[in-house]
Structure formats: C-alpha cells, structure tokens
C-alpha cells in the first residue's frame, strides 16, 4: 500500500517557492534533520557548514511558529515529520567559449516544505526524561564548581595567611571579665541616659507652669525722661573733659615761674 501523498501529511508545514539553490545541495541539508525534535534540528543547522542550512533553518522556524500561533502547540513537543525539495524552473544561460563556443549555464531553483507534527506520547516520555537528567547533571557539575571554587579561596587565605602572619592578625580572644565590664558600662550609659531624660523632661514642665510675664509698655513720660539723663550725662562729660584740658595747659606756665 502506497504511503500518503505529500500534499496529504498530517502536521503544521511551511513552504519556500522559488529558492535560488539547487535541489541536490538543499537535499543534503534536509536528510540531516528528517525525523529529528525541532530544537535538535535549529542546533544542527545552526552549526552545519553549508550556505542552504540558513534557508533550511527559516523555513523551520516558520514551520515552528505556524504550529504555535495557528494550532496552539507547544514548541518543545513538535519534531521534523517530513520534509523534502522539490525541483523548481530553471533559468538557461549562456556563456562563451573559445573558437566561436557557446556553453549553458544552468541556474536551479527549488521548492522546500517541512512539515512538523507532536511528538508521540512514549517518545515525549523519553525526550522529557532526558532533559529532566540534562538538567540534573548540570545542576550537580554546577553546584560542584561553586563548592570546589570555595575551598581553592580558603585554601589560598590560609596559605596566604601562613605565609604572611603579619598582615593577618589573630582575633584578640575576649575573656569573661572584659565582658563583665563591658556590660557595666553599657548599663551606666543607659542610666546616665534615662537620668538626664527625666531632668530635661521636669525642667519642661516646670518652664511651662511659670506664669509668663510681659513687658511693660513704655510710656511718652519715660521716654523724655530717659532723654534728658543721657543729655545732662553728655553735657557733664564735655565741662569735665574742657577742665582737664585747662589745667593741662597751665600747668607748663606754673612750671616756666617755678624755674
């Protein structure tokens, strides 16, 4: 019994018209990711050296991004159920030759279709187990890594501190007493603290039981009052300071008769 027809294979397809390469190099890029999970495929092509994996690659992803967005499947669960390139038109050109010759030059098109569909429940199973353990594995070698790089550090502090004692001085070692005293001095900065809160908190309220006393207000009368004192208390300084200067002048007179 003959299988399905390409045009009548179940699964999500993507189709490339008119690729400018040959049938027989794209064939050799298809036939390396028949049958294979899609993120398998996209890493295979992504590091196989032929110039068609690239355009193998897009269609794949086209393919994957069909499948996700038109039938709601999950990216993880598809794998490459068919693919295959079909042979396109050719274009006929001519190059010439010597003694008067002409040779053809043929160039290939091409028509590639992929088509993914889900995995099967029991190759699912393996696959997702598989994955379960590669993640296992990386996280044990992970962790691993993380414990060995810790010890090579403390390894080399204690090397270093062997080597150079000075620069890493030992922890003074504290003994009960000194944390006795420590003690008793924490409890006596805490009383002295408590003590002189309680005294600012008494002066408050004794500043604000004390009756508030104003000013008196100063009258016309005291003002003039006040003026006329500063005023004789002025005129008292110059006649003190004008017989000062009297007397010093006469003074070297007296002196001259004395002589």
């Known amino acids: 019994m ?126 997702q187990a598989r994955r379960r353990a ?22 080399g502090q204690s090397r270093r501190e062997r080597r150079h004692p000075e620069a890493f001085p030992a922890p003074e070692e504290t003994t009960g007493e000194d944390e006795v005293a420590v003690a008793e001095d924490d409890a006596a900065v805490e009383d002295a603290t408590a003590t002189e809160d309680a005294t600012s908190a008494e002066d408050a309220a004794v500043t604000d039981d004390a009756p508030v006393t104003e000013d008196a207000p100063v009258t016309e009368d005291a003002e003039v009052t006040e003026e006329a004192a500063v005023t004789e208390d002025a005129s008292e300084t110059d006649e003190t300071s004008s017989a000062e200067a009297d007397t010093a002048a006469d003074a070297p007179g007296e002196q001259e008769k004395d002589s």
């Open 2 to 127: 003959p299988g399905p027809k390409t045009n009548e294979r179940e699964g999500t397809r993507a189709v490339l018209h008119y690729a400018l390469v040959s049938p027989y190099k794209l064939r050799q890029v298809i036939d390396a990711i028949r049958n294979k999970p899609v993120h398998e495929a996209l890493d295979l092509l992504r590091f196989l050296e032929r110039s068609s994996a690239t355009i193998v690659a897009k269609v794949l992803q086209s393919a994957v991004a069909n499948a996700v967005n038109n039938d709601g499947m999950q990216a993880e669960e598809l794998f490459v159920s068919a693919c295959y390139v079909d042979e396109g038109p050719t274009q006929k050109r001519w190059r010439p030759r010597a003694r008067g010759r002409a040779t053809r030059i043929r160039k290939r098109s091409a028509h590639v279709t992929i088509i993914v569909s889900r995995l099967p429940e029991e190759r699912l199973e393996r696959l």
């Open 134 to 155: 590669e993640n296992l594995a990386m996280r044990s070698r992970r962790v691993e890594a993380t414990r060995r790089a810790s010890a090579e550090s403390a390894e």
